[in-house]
């Protein structure tokens, strides 16, 4: 059985649609992360359509096992969970009331939770709240909630 794109992207043998892998992609620096609008949806895929990115890909019960049975995926995975963490660390417009990457941060939860389970969920959570915290960011109650609840 030939496998999907997105296991192909994450497995670092396929590329997104814009065909980039997922090693150029965790390689961007910060001001590409963030001026990028079409990237998140394949280093942190979910089960539902993206409205933001509709091209991008929707995993299926068969990505889900894939990815979670194999060697390579969440090497990239926690790479790319990695990397967030850092480019979360070092900037710092998005530590605002609402901005679009609360909704990154909700996904790259709900992706880490579907694909790598709780404790790399909770990482990142934890690191974005650690970085709240210290910087006394005024994050609106509903992202704050979405992120406890993704």
């Known amino acids: 059985m030939v496998a999907s794109p997105i296991v192909m992207f994450l497995e670092g043998e396929g590329t997104d ?10 390689a961007m620096d ?15 895929p979910l089960q539902e359509p993206s409205t933001a990115v509709p091209e991008s890909p929707v ?7 894939a990815i979670r049975s194999s060697d390579l995926a969440p090497i990239a995975l926690a790479g790319a969970r990695d990397r ?19 909704r ?24 974005i ?9 005024p994050i609106s109650a509903r992202s704050l909630g979405y992120w406890a609840t993704a």
């Open 17 to 26: 649609a814009h065909g980039r892998s997922v090693f150029e992609i965790v």
């Open 30 to 44: 910060d001001i590409a992360l963030d001026r990028t609008h079409d990237f998140i949806q394949w280093l942190f």
């Open 59 to 65: 995993l299926t019960p068969g990505d889900i096992q």
């Open 84 to 102: 967030m963490i850092a480019f979360y660390r070092t900037t710092h417009d998005w530590l605002m009331p609402n901005d679009h990457h609360h």
């Open 104 to 127: 990154r941060i909700t996904r790259i939860i709900r992706s880490l939770r579907l694909l790598q389970g709780d404790e790399a969920a909770d990482c990142f959570r934890d690191a």
């Open 129 to 137: 709240l650690a970085r709240v915290q210290e910087t006394r960011a």
